[in-house]
T-cell receptor
Framework: DVKVTQSSRYLVKRTGEKVFLECVQD?????MFWYRQDPGLGLRLIYF???????EKGDIPEGYSVSREKKERFSLILESASTNQTSMYLC???????????????FGAGTRLSVL | SQQGEEDPQALSIQEGENATMNCSYK?????LQWYRQNSGRGLVHLIL?????REKHSGRLRVTLDTSKKSSSLLITASRAADTASYFC??????????FGTGTRLQVFP
């Protein structure tokens, strides 16, 4: 079974802190994604990576950065956390488009971040 | 950019009844997927239907796709309390990215 592991289920941080959210997948997937999920807004893509050191902005990249130094690990960084970044953060991974499973995404359990 | 819109936003039914939720989208797609999310957890893939397919079954799940109306429906037959969750549609065009809808919250009462 595919496993996508997010390092923390719950995090509480202070405004202005630098926050790292870590995600590791064990299926050798090329693609990794970071989403945030807010009530009534569904999932919104923050950043996407299709290879090591490669990244692409999603719909809401402002206030976030990412790092992918190894294929299995994708980190989301909040450079200076703000209260409007309080949310549920979901990491996902998938094979490259064109693979037989046709871009099905596999998700971690999520990190609920509160910024006070 | 929100592609999929689910309808209804919330649905409450009794065990044994069927649950139907709908998804509408805006642009042409390669495939459409349905995911389930238990409260406070990550999403789990349920079923994928390609743009050239009209109907697909998986256990108690039945998905239909009407590309002319840009809509899909997910039917869960003989629902169980364990089916209580949020359900999301997600559309894929010719990229690796999926665009998710806002979800339908399903509550199944024993």
């Amino acid at each position: 079974d595919v496993k996508v592991t997010q390092s923390s289920r719950y995090l509480v941080k202070r405004t202005g802190e630098k926050v790292f959210l870590e995600c590791v997948q064990d299926m050798d997937h090329e693609n990794m994604f970071w989403y945030r999920q807010d009530p009534g807004l569904g999932l919104r893509l923050i950043y996407f990576s299709y290879d090591v050191k490669m990244k692409e902005k999603g719909d809401i990249p402002e206030g976030y950065s990412v790092s992918r130094e190894k294929k299995e690990r994708f980190s989301l960084i909040l450079e200076s956390a703000s209260t409007n970044q309080t949310s549920m953060y979901l990491c996902a991974s998938s094979f490259l488009y064109g693979a037989p499973l046709k871009n099905i995404q596999y998700f971690g359990a999520g990190t609920r971040l509160s910024v006070l | 950019s929100q592609q999929g819109e689910e309808d209804p936003q919330a649905l409450s039914i009794q065990e044994g009844e069927n649950a139907t939720m709908n998804c509408s989208y805006k642009t042409s797609i390669n495939n459409l997927q349905w995911y389930r999310q238990n409260s406070g957890r990550g999403l789990v893939h349920l079923i994928l239907i390609r743009s050239n397919e009209r109907e697909k079954h998986s256990g108690r799940l039945r998905v239909t796709l009407d590309t002319s109306k840009k809509s899909s429906s997910l039917l869960i037959t003989a629902s169980r309390a364990a089916d209580t969750a949020s359900y999301f549609c997600a559309t894929a065009s010719n990229t690796d990215k999926l665009i998710f809808g806002t979800g339908t919250r399903l509550q199944v009462f024993p």
